[in-house]
């Protein structure tokens, strides 16, 4: 098993449709990010956590929320998807002993028509 | 407004030659620099790191240059094989534990035969 997996791998949604995309982990890292991946733009930070009762916004959070159920997971929801959500996320985690390295998920592509 | 700029899209290498990746940044609060590697359907991967009290880097085939005064570092790997094909991207994060990594917008390798 994958130490980080993000469920779905690949979603189609209709705009204005609530979506909720997971990641769970077996890392034991206590911290979790969420990144989204455009053509040209590279990896922008959405949301991250450094545990369960913190929870930051990134550089791009409007148009989406976060929960941290447990430290191993951390779920992004779209509450109303709109057409230039349409990207590939991505989930990481880290631990703060060694903060800069990053374990990433295999990715969720999500288009929104 | 893009902190950490990787001002080629896409490179073009033939197997055995030198790939070179480069990468600038705008905030002079940066000083933990790496490089993450990502094959298609897959994350990004840790590849190779570098702490701004040094110049250089090395990992087997891959080197990393950092040039503090001009906000450039530089991804070397010599020789290329055609397993580098990959986009790879440049992170930098500032000091300190409560830090995150800001990546740059990618550059695809392709080594050819």
């Known amino acids: 098993d994958a130490d980080v997996t993000q469920t779905p791998r690949n979603r189609i949604t209709k705009t204005g449709k609530r979506i909720m995309l997971e990641c769970s982990q077996t890392k034991g890292h206590d911290r979790m990010y969420w990144y989204r991946q455009d053509p040209g733009l590279g990896l922008r930070l959405i949301y991250y956590?450094?545990?369960?009762?913190?929870?930051n916004k990134g550089e791009i959070s409007d148009g989406y929320s976060v929960s941290r159920q447990a430290q191993a997971k951390f779920s992004l929801s779209l509450e109303s998807a709109i057409p230039n959500q349409t990207a590939l996320y991505f989930c990481?985690?880290?631990?703060?002993?060694?903060?800069?390295?990053?374990?990433f998920g295999s990715g969720t592509r999500l288009t929104v028509v | 407004d893009q902190q950490v700029k990787q001002n080629s899209p896409s490179l073009s290498v033939q197997e055995g030659r030198i790939s070179i990746l480069n990468c600038d940044y705008t905030n002079s609060m940066f000083d933990y620099f790496l490089w993450y590697k990502k094959y298609p359907a897959e994350g990004p991967t840790f590849l190779i790191s570098i702490s701004s009290i040094k110049d250089k880097n090395e990992d087997g085939r891959f080197t990393v240059f950092l040039n503090k005064s001009a906000k450039h570092l530089s991804l070397h790997i010599v020789p290329s094989q055609p397993g580098d094909s990959a986009v790879y991207f440049c992170?930098?994060?500032?000091?300190?534990?409560?830090?995150?990594?800001?990546f740059g917008t990618g550059t695809r390798l392709q080594v050819t035969l």
């Open positions: 990481a985690t880290s631990d703060s002993r060694d903060w800069y390295g990053y374990t």
């Open positions: 956590s450094f545990d369960v009762k913190d929870i």
């Open positions: 992170a930098a994060s500032g000091s300190g534990t409560a830090s995150k990594l800001t």
